[in-house]
């Protein structure tokens, strides 16, 4: 049973920095893309980042491009968003989501496998 355990969310000012990271586990077959989506309140989830099995291929939304990085260390089965300059419209549940995917990745919201998400607020 494929498990998504996200963490390091938090209240952090405008302009400032978190690492968000999803614990995995449970996989039985190989090429798992993990994506990061996000959802404010009244506002339908967002896919913001993800990345390929392999590390290689990566995508993020216009919303954040330049501002987050995503990578994964397969070593652990664990996957790092980190969220740098950080606005107020950042504010939101994060969630990693994972299902298996052969080649790249995808922003849409087709995965099957889902964390219980962090909550992650940019206020000063």
Known sequence: ?????????GL???GG???LSCAASGFTTDFWAIA???????????GISCISNSGTITQYAHSVKGRFTIARDNATNTVYLHLNSLKP??????YCASDHWPVGCTLRNVYDY?????QVTVSS
């Open 89 to 94: 419209e950042d504010t939101a549940v994060y």
């Open 17 to 19: 920095s978190l690492r």
């Open 114 to 118: 889902w964390g219980q998400g962090t």
């Open 36 to 46: 990061w989506f996000r959802q404010a309140p009244g506002k339908e989830r967002e």
């Open 1 to 9: 049973q494929v498990q998504l355990v996200e963490s390091g969310g």
């Open 12 to 14: 952090v000012q405008p």
